[in-house]
């Protein structure tokens, strides 16, 4: 990570703002999943559940301030020179998150003693089927590459609403 990091910071002022904003769209649509299908959360602690409920709704509302950052920072390019440098941010930004979680799992695994094929295919079907998280959130992923894409596309205050909602503690 450190090595990866410091790789980071010698990249251009740029790059690193686009960096951050795409990992910002990650915990935004994963913060709309955990809000929108209570699934999620159903068998958390009370305070647990409530303390996911209020990071979301937190990531949420400052879901575009990285992106306008970037685009500020991209100012002096075209539109479309600034949405091929999306463009390739967000497909490096996804490598690297991958490629960071895998990595993780592949040790939790090891570490468990259960670094076998069958967990991996369990992984897939949890990801992807039931409840398929990756599944669910692929579209608003995919809403990234389109041109003039904006974070705020998504009115997701309701989504903060619900979860001021299921944060308050009992009058």
């Known amino acids: 990570m450190r090595r990866r990091f410091d790789w980071m910071r010698t990249l251009h002022p740029v790059t690193q703002a686009g960096a951050t904003a795409a990992l910002e769209h990650f915990t935004t649509i994963l913060a709309r999943e955990a809000i929108g299908n209570p699934r999620h959360l159903e068998t958390a602690p009370e305070e647990i559940r409530r303390l996911w409920c209020w990071h979301a709704a937190e990531e949420i509302e400052h879901k575009a301030v990285a ?28 490598f690297y998150l991958f490629d960071f979680m895998f990595r993780g799992m592949a040790e939790f695994f090891r570490q468990d003693g259960i670094l076998t094929f069958r967990t991996w295919m369990r992984f897939v079907k949890f990801a992807l089927v039931s409840p398929g998280v990756i599944r669910r959130i692929l579209g608003r992923y995919l809403l990234w590459y389109l041109p003039g894409f904006h974070p705020w596309w998504s009115d997701d205050r309701a989504l903060v609403a619900q979860a001021e909602e299921m944060i308050a503690l009992p009058a």
Not at 84 to 91: E, F, G, H, K, P
Request: hydrophobic share 70%; no cysteine; aromatic share 14%.
């Open 67 to 94: 992106f306008d950052t970037f685009l500020l920072a991209a100012r002096a390019l075209s539109p479309f020179a600034r949405w091929l440098v999306r463009l390739r941010i967000m497909a490096a930004a996804t």
